[in-house]
């Protein structure tokens, strides 16, 4: 499947954004999706995820409380709501796919097979 995420963009601290990521191809229902981040000079590190239904959902701690994620099979998108934005969730921001018949997700790097192209946020404190 092919992702295209939206534009990310540039945010005051406290400030709020929303990505979304929409896929081509095959229907989205058949995929969990996740969301992943990578800082300037760190590893991508998970973010968010959500199986292929949308009723098992996973937020990384460092974001919990402050990111939400959901997705809209129908219209093969997949958000993630970003509030009380912090100059630290400065990064690229990647949306992925998986291939998933269990009805989980995975937070890691390696259980996704397909991604988006990468969209920036940055943060001004």
């Known amino acids: 499947v092919q992702l295209q995420a939206s534009r990310g963009g540039l945010v005051q601290a406290g400030g709020s954004l929303r990505l979304s990521c929409e896929a081509s191809?095959?229907?989205?229902?058949?995929?969990?999706m996740g969301w992943f981040r990578r800082a300037p000079g760190k590893e991508r590190e998970f973010v968010a995820a959500i199986s292929r239904g949308g009723t098992v959902k996973a937020i990384a701690d460092s974001v919990k409380g402050r990111f939400t994620i959901s997705r809209e099979n129908a219209k093969n998108m997949v958000y993630l709501q970003m509030f009380g934005l912090k100059p630290e969730d400065t990064a690229v921001y990647y949306c992925a796919a998986r291939w998933d018949v269990s009805g989980g997700y995975s937070r890691t790097v390696d259980g996704y097979h397909d991604w988006g192209q990468g969209t920036q946020v940055t943060v001004s404190s």
């Open positions: 191809g095959p229907t989205l229902g058949h995929y969990s």
